[in-house]
């Protein structure tokens, strides 16, 4: 069983819990269970919706996510959010020479992912580069090789958890800084608190992931969060789509970011837990999640078209 302790020092595989500071909540950060949140907006069957709130959960008008007729279209749908996604990530600093790597599993065939392939830049990847693998490591559609840290860590996640239909994975300076450090995101602002108990720290770290054992140990300790930070490694988001997965790990990054620039300035003021829970239900929202890569999606593909050769 995980032990969740507070030092720096902890031995490998240890959950470690952000240090408290001043109105930091009492509540653990890296949990499973989930908790009680309260209701972001009222309950339109006891009192009228205000007219500038839409139907959705958070009261934004979030469009619904698109469904396809056919495996092929929905296929053809994922492998572009993910060229796309791999894109985004070379375009915003992620990349770390062949490290990285991001998948979605296959709308047909539930033991099979797409991923980027091994060695090609992110700045380059387009559709028809994109690569997929079997629950064996064998590339069955694709003329690249995949990268055996990508099998690995993201075969065991789509095993081991059904609804995480993405993965995203890199080696950013500031998850490396703040995993170094031995902390998890602290509930400092809002989108911060999108990860108020969905977020966990694995430091078994035993060298590069290129191990089934090691990828299914990470997978483990991921549980039902949706964030996992590996100390002297990198981040790992996952979603109900690679829209979700990719938007989650743009936020922990920022977010990380501004953790560290606080903490070097001074003792930084959280939310309540009160405060936490009802922020992560507007930011932490799997519908605005999914919808907020639609933003980057826009932009990227007008900026780089080129993308979404096949």
Not at 58 to 76: C, K, V, Y
Not at 204 to 223: K, N
Not at 249 to 266: E, H, I, M, P, R
Request: glycine share 8%; with cysteine; aromatic share 6%.
């Amino acid at each position: 069983m995980t032990t969740t302790i507070t030092e720096p020092s902890a031995t490998p595989g240890t959950v470690i819990e952000p240090h408290a500071t001043p109105g930091s909540p009492t509540e653990p950060n890296a949990i499973s269970a989930p908790l009680t949140e309260p209701n972001a907006i009222s309950d339109p069957l006891t009192e009228p919706r205000p007219p500038h709130l839409a139907d959705t959960a958070t009261g934004l008008p979030l469009p619904a996510e698109p469904h396809f007729a056919t495996h092929e279209e929905s296929r053809r749908h994922r492998k572009q959010r993910l060229a796309a996604a791999v894109r985004l990530f070379g375009k915003y600093g992620f990349g770390e020479g062949i490290s990285g790597h991001i998948s979605v599993r296959d709308p047909e065939h539930d033991d099979r992912f797409w991923t980027n392939p091994f060695g090609v830049s992110f700045k380059q990847v387009r559709v028809a580069d994109l690569i997929c693998v079997d629950s064996t490591g064998r590339v069955v559609s694709g003329h690249h090789p995949v990268n055996p840290s990508a099998f690995v860590i993201h075969s065991q996640i789509h095993a081991l958890h059904p609804r995480a239909v993405a993965a995203a994975h890199g080696h950013t300076p500031h998850s490396r800084a703040l995993g170094a450090l031995g902390r998890l995101l602290d509930p400092i602002d809002q989108e911060s608190a999108a990860f108020y108990g969905r977020q966990v720290l694995y430091g078994d770290y035993e060298g590069p992931s290129v191990s089934l054992a090691q990828g299914r140990d990470i997978a483990h300790h991921l549980g039902d969060n949706r964030a996992v930070l590996l100390r002297h490694h990198g981040l790992i988001t996952v979603g109900g789509s690679l829209d979700e997965a990719v938007h989650w790990f743009f936020t922990y990054d920022s977010c990380a970011q501004v953790q560290l620039l606080a903490q070097a300035a001074g003792t930084p003021q959280t939310l309540s837990h009160r405060q936490a829970l009802a922020a992560r239900e507007g930011f932490g929202d799997e519908q605005l999640g999914h919808f907020s890569f639609q933003l980057l999606w826009d932009e990227i593909v007008a900026e780089q078209p080129d993308l979404l050769q096949e």
